[in-house]
């Protein structure tokens, strides 16, 4: 949430920065800014709404300097607007921050008594000030004092025109990430902001600071404590960042599952065996045959790969399976007894609600486990073990090919555990074959974008939408509601199919689409039912089938077919028109596919 990128020793610092602010416009953009240190005074520079609105805005000529810091904004304290833009500065202070000031109103009444007059409404210009005041010459003194008298949650980059070879970065519940280059160095909230400048990063832990010159850079804890990083080395490219001549990335990131799903599934298949090797599962088997229970924590999409994922774990690891939103779990006392593991699920890795809740499991005593998508993140360093998902770097807000990414996850785990007790080499064998086929069915899927798109045309206009679905497509019902909602901005209900009659049936009239996941599995015939109780109360029928189906199809408005696989796998195929159709849906309607409105991709604040 929030972008925050820094850099310090180029001539083209200004031009470094806007490039950055665009890449992470996806984490925020409600209004953007940067300030550099120029010989003539800091120039600063905030607009309202985009990055374009920023661009437009800069007046080069007047930007001429080595140093800067820029950053593209969530609301959280404050309205959207110029005013209440970052980076907020205070004297020859200027500071951009992602997080969540809470001690904010004490502070701002001990500074306004002591003179200091606000602009904003936002907790940042308090930090600002709080540092102005504790400044006698030495910026990294004034930031740890600052530091060690806030409560909440940074990540910030800080400059003062009395040192304007200097950034500083420190964090506390946000990501930060150095950038290491030769006379020139980099500070951003994600690793995409300096991409094209340098493969060599560092990333930050809580409680961490960095100073950056041209010259080189210094890490201590914000106690003053010396520290020792790594340097690690980033192995994408800047290619995977970009549209690749599809108009949006979200649809960019849709068709790309066939070879995500393959790169999650890449080299962790045992052939022969019926059996996987997930080589960040630190667990002997004595360990894996040991799990007695699972708590699936995440939030959104994700949390929905985890239900899917409860179905799995249940059905072929046999082990009992509970799924949490993690912003309740961390806030209620949860029970973890021996021999309980702690699936944590997260694209970006920074979800603050699935960090903490994973920083409360483990301090109750759970193992826990990642799942995540972002090489380095917070929610991968800390966990104790964990599994890349190997979907390569998601820019559209709206969660597409993380999810199937981390259902296959998820389901190379059911193997894995299943394997360690009762599932035989054969099943096993069986499930993988099956499993490595779906990459062109996926394909086969994708294929019907245009048909999905003439049904999205009759659809664009209605207010309201129903997604029903059994069983392990019962998550895959609410993740297409999910979709929808997010990026059209129509109301979206996901339900199990039989839960329809006890309420939303009510719902039911010409104007109500309902869409039907109605594959062919064991409950299909009491789905047959539950798509009569819509017929009869003329609601629209949008099914989505498996290829030969004819019963549901005759009683249907519109029909999308899935080819056959294995009823446990089908949630891969089938929530990929579902992804379409929103897409297709909000394309039509005119709305910010890739940045919806109020959203954010990374959402690190509570
Ligand atoms: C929906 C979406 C969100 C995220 C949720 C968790 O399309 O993207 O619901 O799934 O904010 O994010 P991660 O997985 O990064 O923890």
């Known amino acids: 949430m929030c972008g925050i990128v820094g850099v310090v020793g180029s001539p083209n610092a200004a031009s470094i920065l806007l490039e950055g602010l665009k890449r992470l416009e996806y984490r925020g953009y409600d209004s953007a800014g940067m300030v550099i240190m120029t010989p003539d005074g800091q120039q600063l520079v905030k607009e309202k709404g985009k990055i374009v609105n920023l661009e437009a805005a800069l007046n080069w000529d007047e930007l001429k300097g080595t140093c800067g810091i820029a950053h593209t904004r969530w609301a959280t304290h404050g309205a959207p607007n110029q005013i209440n833009a970052h980076p907020h500065v205070s004297g020859k202070v200027a500071l951009v921050h992602n997080g969540i000031i809470e001690n904010q109103k004490a502070l701002k009444i001990q500074l306004t008594n002591k003179g200091h007059e606000f602009v904003s409404q936002t907790d940042t210009e308090v930090l600002a000030h709080l540092i102005e005041d504790f400044y006698d010459g030495d910026l990294v003194k004034a930031v740890q004092l600052a530091l060690g008298v806030v409560d909440g949650a940074f990540g910030i980059a800080v400059t003062h025109l009395d040192e304007p070879d200097l950034i500083i970065g420190a964090r506390r519940g946000s990501p930060l990430v150095v950038g290491v280059g030769e006379g020139v160095n980099y500070l951003a909230s994600d690793v995409a902001a300096m991409m094209g400048h340098t493969r060599q990063v560092i990333y930050l832990d809580d409680g961490e600071m960095v100073t950056l010159r041209p010259e080189g850079i210094h890490t201590t804890t914000i106690d003053n404590e010396e520290i020792t990083k790594e340097i690690q080395e980033i192995t994408w490219d800047l290619d995977q ?195 490595v086929k779906l990459p062109d069915l996926v394909q086969k899927v994708l294929d019907q974008s245009d048909a999905i798109k003439q049904i999205a045309e009759v659809y664009a206009g209605h207010k309201n939408c129903l997604y029903l679905g059994r069983g392990v497509n019962f998550p895959i019902a609410l993740e297409g509601a999910l979709k929808l909602k997010e990026i059209s901005y129509i109301h979206a209900e996901g339900y199990p199919a039989a839960e329809m009659k006890h309420g939303p049936i009510a719902l039911i009239d010409p104007d109500m689409p309902v869409v039907v996941i109605a594959t062919k599995d064991g409950s299909y015939d009491k789905i047959v039912g539950n798509v009569q109780e819509v017929r009869a109360r003329d609601g629209k029928i949008i099914s989505i089938v498996t290829e030969g189906d004819t019963e549901i199809a005759a009683l249907s408005d519109h029909v999308i077919t899935i080819p056959e696989t294995m009823n446990f796998w089908t949630p891969l195929l089938s929530v990929i028109p579902l992804q379409l159709f929103a897409y297709h849906i909000a394309v039509i309607r005119g709305e910010d596919v890739d940045q919806p409105r109020n959203l954010a991709k990374a959402v690190t604040v509570e």
């Open 241 to 435: 960042i970009q549209k690749g001549g599809y108009e949006h990335f979200m649809l960019k990131e849709i068709f790309e599952q066939p070879q995500t799903i393959r790169d999650s599934f890449r080299g962790r298949i045992l052939p022969g065996t019926g059996d996987v090797k997930l080589g960040g599962i630190e667990l002997t088997d004595w360990e894996l045959r040991n799990i007695r229970r699972i708590i699936i924590l995440a939030c959104g999409t994700s949390w929905h790969a985890g239900l899917v994922g409860e179905y799995l774990l249940e059905e072929y690891a046999h082990i009992p399976v509970e799924v949490e939103y993690a912003s309740e779990f961390r806030y209620r006392s949860p029970i973890i007894e021996p021999g309980t593991l702690c699936l944590v699920i997260s694209q970006s890795g920074e979800t603050i609600d699935t960090l903490e809740a994973m920083r409360e499991a483990k301090r109750k005593g759970a193992k826990v486990l990642g799942i995540t998508n972002t090489v380095g993140s917070t929610i991968a360093r800390e966990s104790e073990c964990g599994v890349y998902i190997h979907a390569g770097p998601e820019i559209g807000v709206a969660s597409t090919k993380a999810f199937t990414s981390q259902v296959t996850i998820l389901a190379l785990m059911a193997i894995l555990f299943g394997r360690r007790t009762h599932l035989s080499a054969d099943r096993g064998t069986q499930m993988l074959q099956e499993l």
